[in-house]
């Protein structure tokens, strides 16, 4: 092995650390972001005793949540915060794929997409 090579793996290692302190802050923050969302809406419930919604009727599409968001209505608010906390995980996927691109390990690229292709799969077969 000359210089150049030893150079190159330890760029890739520092590289991978990045993207690990990176994939660590996503899941941190996403879940935080995620929380105070919901926080906020049921503190809009507990203020104004009202979901915004009639008896049995909650926003389950985007459009819904984001026109309810807009409307100040709290079961938007906490139904975004639960959208947050599900996609904070598909990122942590995203990131995954990156840094499985990085690290030439293409076994685990073709892994990893096929994972992220199932799960909006999953999410456009479960909102049907």
């Known amino acids: ?21 990176i ?13 105070a969302v919901m926080l906020i809406g049921l503190i809009m419930l507990l203020i104004t005793g009202n979901g915004g919604y009639y008896a049995n009727s909650y926003p389950t ?16 608010y906490m139904m975004a ?10 990122l942590r996927v995203i990131v995954s794929i990156y840094a499985f691109f990085v ?9 990893t997409t096929t994972v992220l292709l199932i799960l909006v799969v999953s999410f456009i077969i479960g909102h049907n």
């Open 1 to 21: 092995m000359n210089k150049n090579d030893n150079k190159q793996q330890h760029n890739v290692a520092q590289e991978m650390a990045d993207i690990e302190l």
């Open 23 to 35: 994939i660590g802050k996503i899941m941190r923050i996403g879940v935080i972001i995620a929380a």
């Open 61 to 76: 599409t985007l459009t819904a949540i984001w026109h309810g968001l807009f409307l100040g209505r709290p079961f938007a």
């Open 81 to 90: 915060g639960t959208f947050l906390l599900i996609l904070t995980p598909v």
């Open 103 to 111: 690290e030439k390990d293409m076994l685990y690229v073709v892994i």
